[in-house]
């Protein structure tokens, strides 16, 4: 009878020991942001690079939001993985679906409907770039009825140039690629992006021009899924100390952005 007791005491305190371990081992940050052991950061790709874009490597992907994506990870302690969209507005919508934990997005009051949003990093100006052999100069002579402006869809920009345009009608594409190539052909007027990324495709395209001007400005932040209280959390506080630790300006410097100052709130 005493051997049967003392098995039953070593049993409950094993018991014990292995429920603490358990308990030890649960991390609820890990749990919200990597719930499948990775970190899937959402990501754009197209080739026009920047702050938001991301471009498809020989040996993976290359840009602002995969090197903040890796760092973070890193300092999780899990493995990334990349999940590519051709454009935000997909990144937003695929978040209430689980598909991804973080990600670095446009921000704008639409899209705060569907993701919650972390510190900004960046802050560009948003204009339009002209084809080759067009006659527009500025705003006014863009907003003509006949004009054709070419958006990547769904996204902040988008909205930014529907908005300011009253006349010429803004017309919206899944990927950047769609619209490289029909600004290039002279099948469309205009495309509505960032200024950076704009001087960089005119000099892919010659004889197109990117106007003065300047329609919105753009922000761009750290994004999470909605109702991730503890990601959003783990994700500002990364991204404030990735700009006083030169993390944020050295994702900037690896990914050609060394002239562009970081303008970030």
Not at 63 to 81: C, F, I, S, T
Not at 86 to 98: C, E, H, L, Y
Not at 180 to 205: P, T, V
Not at 239 to 246: D, H, I, L, Q, R
Request: aromatic share 8%; proline share 5%.
């Amino acid at each position: 009878m005493r051997h049967v007791l003392v098995s039953c005491v070593s049993g409950f305190i094993l018991g014990i020991v292995i429920l603490m371990s358990s308990a030890a081992k649960a991390d609820p940050l890990k749990d919200e942001i990597a719930p499948t052991g990775k970190l899937r950061v959402a990501i754009g790709i197209s080739p026009a690079g920047g702050a938001y874009w991301s471009t498809k490597t020989e040996t993976g992907y290359a840009g602002v939001p995969v090197d903040l994506g890796k760092a973070m990870a890193d300092q999780l302690g899990v493995l990334v993985e990349y999940v590519t969209y051709p454009n935000s507005g997909q990144i937003t919508d695929a978040a209430a679906k689980g598909a991804w934990d973080v990600s670095f997005l446009p921000e704008d009051a639409e899209r705060a409907k569907k993701i919650a949003f972390g510190p900004i990093y960046e802050i560009s100006e948003a204009t339009y770039i002209v084809k080759a052999g067009s006659t527009v100069k500025d705003f006014a002579s863009l907003d003509q009825p006949g004009i054709t402006v070419a958006a990547v869809n769904d996204t902040t920009t988008m909205r930014g140039a529907v908005a300011h345009l009253k006349n010429a009608k803004v017309v919206g594409f899944q990927t950047f690629d769609e619209i490289f190539n029909l600004l290039k052909d002279g099948k469309i007027d205009a495309f509505a992006l960032s200024r950076d990324q704009l001087n960089a495709l005119s000099k892919k395209i010659p004889g197109t021009r990117v106007l003065d001007e300047t329609f919105k400005q753009t922000i761009t932040a750290v994004a999470v899924p909605l109702n991730h209280p503890l990601s959003l959390e783990y994700a500002s506080k990364f991204m404030t100390e990735a700009k006083s630790n030169g993390l944020l300006r050295k994702a900037f410097d690896n990914n050609g952005l060394k002239d562009t100052p970081l303008r970030a709130k």
